[in-house]
């Protein structure tokens, strides 16, 4: 039987929301391990002079407990 935990992490990027959401799991994945996948569940960035200088994600992620 395995038993999975679900945790919430937000990434940012100054270049896309892919970027983000690429970088958040390749961290989180540096110091959790068996991870399964993520779900993105918000969007959202930071405008400076009418300009996106920051896209945030949040995601819940999913991995396997040992």
Known sequence: ???ARVTKITA???KS???AATQGIER???TVRGITGLEVIKQTA???NGKIKEF???M???F???
Do not use: Q, W
Request: charged share 30%.
């Open 28 to 30: 989180a994945a540096t």
């Open 46 to 48: 930071k405008v400076e």
């Open 60 to 62: 819940e992620v999913t």
């Open 17 to 19: 929301f892919d970027d």
């Open 56 to 58: 945030r994600v949040t």
């Open 64 to 66: 396997i407990l040992e």
């Open 1 to 3: 039987m395995a038993v």
């Open 12 to 14: 940012s990027s100054s």
